[in-house]
C-alpha cells in the first residue's frame, strides 16, 4: 500500500493511540476513504452516523477502510469526536499533514469523503457524501468513481 502509506507519512492511529502501518498486507487492495469532518459542524455530525453505517456494513464486503482527518481547533474536541467512529484517524498533532492533504484533494468544505486506490494512492472518487447522501444510498455501486 506504498500509495496511501506514503501520502499519511506512517502518522495514522487506532482509538487507543497505535500506529497503523498502511503498508502492511492487511490493508492491501483496499478502499481507503480520508473523511475530512469535525465535531463543530452540524452537516458533518448529521453525515457521520450514516456513514458509520455504511462502514460497519461494508467494511469486510466492500474492503473499505476510512481514516478521520480532522478539521477541529483542538485536541480534545478531536478525541471526543473520534471516540463515536468505527475507523481510524490522523494524528491530531500533525496538522501540517492535513493541511496538505487538503490542499492536494482539493478540499474546500466539510464533511467531505474522497476514495483512493489503497495500493496507488490514486484518487477514485470525490464526491462520496453525495454518493452516500442522495445518489447511491444503498452503496450498490461502491466503490464509486468521479469523473476527473
Not at 461494508?58 to 478531536?78: A, L, P, V
Request: aromatic share 10%; with cysteine.
Amino acid at each position: 500500500m506504498a500509495g496511501v502509506a506514503k501520502l499519511c507519512d506512517g502518522n495514522i492511529l487506532t482509538k487507543s493511540n497505535k500506529i497503523v502501518n498502511l503498508a502492511d498486507k492487511t490493508y492491501k487492495r483496499k478502499i481507503i476513504g480520508l473523511y475530512f469532518s469535525a465535531h463543530w459542524c452540524g452537516p458533518c455530525r448529521s453525515f457521520t452516523p450514516l456513514l458509520s453505517e455504511l462502514y460497519q456494513a461494508f467494511r469486510k464486503e466492500k474492503n473499505i477502510e476510512i481514516i478521520f482527518i480532522s478539521h477541529d481547533q483542538d485536541e480534545k474536541s478531536f478525541h471526543d469526536y473520534f471516540m463515536s467512529m468505527p475507523w481510524l484517524a490522523l494524528n491530531f498533532k500533525d496538522r501540517k499533514k492535513k493541511e496538505e492533504l487538503a490542499k492536494t484533494l482539493h478540499v474546500t468544505q466539510i464533511p467531505k469523503l474522497v476514495l483512493l486506490d489503497g495500493d496507488s494512492g490514486e484518487v477514485i472518487c470525490t464526491n462520496a457524501v453525495d454518493q452516500i447522501l442522495y445518489l447511491d444510498p444503498e452503496g450498490n455501486n461502491f466503490p464509486w468513481r468521479s469523473k476527473h
